[in-house]
């Protein structure tokens, strides 16, 4: 069973950053893909980042030049610094793994609590 543990959301004004964290139970973080997503009340899931065992990286357009996905592999940690932010950014992220490969983030197999984002304006 994984178990993915985020950490190091919070608040924070337009134009800052905040860096996410992402911790696994086991050895999952170099042999799965892994992305975050998120979503904020009233409006659907939407994919942000994802990174493949290879470390290849694929973005939403609507975070891509801003937001830079990354894990290490020796900490079991993946992450997610956000720079830039905009009160649009404001929602709940979530981690999640899958063993294969795919997008959107949110329909992979395994996915943290989430943790919440709020952008002011």
Do not use: H
């Not at 357009?61 to 649009?88: C, H, W």
Request: charged share 20%; with cysteine.
């Amino acid at each position: 069973q994984v178990q993915l543990v985020e950490s190091g959301g919070g608040s924070v004004q337009a134009g800052g950053s905040l860096r996410l964290s992402c911790t696994a139970s086991g050895d999952f973080v170099s042999g799965y893909c892994m992305g975050w997503f998120r979503q904020a009340p009233g409006k659907e899931r939407e994919g942000v980042a994802r990174i493949q065992r290879s470390g290849s990286t694929y973005y939403a357009d609507s975070v891509k030049g801003r937001f830079a996905i990354s894990k290490d592999n020796a900490k079991n940690t993946l992450y997610l610094q956000m720079n830039g932010l905009k009160p649009e950014d404001t929602a709940m992220y979530y981690c999640a793994a899958d063993p294969g490969a795919g997008w959107p983030p949110y329909n992979y197999k395994y996915r943290g609590q989430g943790i919440q984002v709020t952008v002011s304006s």
